[in-house]
Each structure stands twice: as structure tokens, then as C-alpha cells.
């Protein structure tokens, strides 16, 4: 299934939990800042593992 399909809450909730992610203490590593989490969102549009999420989404 392309990201086209998918709903529009789906894209979402991807971004969301990559966000939770980078901006949570792991027992393994700090949270990120909200600006790196932001940045690293942005540079990873590109490499997306589900291509076309961006697309989805208006620009920052």
C-alpha cells in the first residue's frame, strides 16, 4: 500500500511517534532538543521508510 493510500491520520501518527521518540529518554540515550527532533524530521522526509508520507503533509 503507497502512503497515498493511507489515511491522512495514519501519516500522521507516524511523524508523531518519530517525534515521541527522539524527544523521550531512552535507557540508552538523552532526548533530543524539539529543534534537533524538528531538523531530523525534515532531513529524514527524504529517506522516509514509507515513501510519500511528505507529500501528505504541508510544508513546515
Known amino acids: 500500500m503507497k502512503c497515498e493510500e493511507l489515511p491522512l491520520e495514519c501519516c500522521i501518527l507516524v511523524i508523531v511517534d518519530a517525534y515521541?521518540?527522539?524527544?523521550?529518554?531512552?535507557?540508552?540515550?538523552?532526548?533530543?532538543?524539539?529543534?534537533?527532533?524538528?531538523?531530523?524530521?525534515e532531513e529524514g522526509?527524504?529517506?522516509?521508510?514509507?515513501?510519500?508520507?511528505?507529500?501528505?503533509l504541508p510544508p513546515p
Open 45 to 56: 522526509r527524504a529517506r522516509s521508510s514509507i515513501p510519500g508520507w511528505s507529500r501528505r
Open 20 to 41: 515521541d521518540a527522539m524527544t523521550s529518554d531512552r535507557p540508552y540515550r538523552k532526548a533530543m532538543s524539539h529543534t534537533k527532533a524538528l531538523a531530523e524530521l
